[in-house]
């Protein structure tokens, strides 16, 4: 298995349990890292024999995109499009951080870390 990184996909998304969360947002990153056969692109040098990182920014940046209230369940979003539109992933993780979230404290970000196999 090979690894794809997608590293600090920024966005400004609407997430969160608070009221004002889903008015005003908030900045968040996205890493993305992916586990797959790439062997065969090595050889052919042909984008249809890879994953297409541009596929898994769109697939993180049209999640991102829609409103939940908790990190995780946008995370699960993001592996369970992934697993489902690219077969030749066979492992996700990603991470979703909330940058200067409102805990009542000096915190850098809150970041949720998700993995998924294909069975």
């Known amino acids: 298995m090979q690894t794809i990184k997608l590293k600090n996909i920024r966005t400004f998304s609407y997430h969160g349990c608070l009221v004002e969360e889903g008015k005003i947002g908030s900045e968040y990153t996205v890493n993305l890292e992916i586990k797959a056969n790439l062997q065969q692109s090595t050889q052919s040098d042909n984008l249809a ?6 596929h898994l920014n769109q697939i993180v940046v049209e999640e991102m995109a829609i409103r939940s209230q908790l990190l995780e369940h946008v995370a699960k979003r993001i592996n369970t499009r992934v697993l489902a539109e690219l077969p030749m ?15 009542g404290g000096d915190v850098e970000s809150v970041t949720i870390i998700l993995e998924e196999s294909r069975n």
């Open 49 to 54: 024999d890879t994953v297409d990182y541009v």
């Open 89 to 103: 992933v066979m492992k996700t993780t990603v991470e979703v951080s909330k940058i200067n979230p409102p805990i």
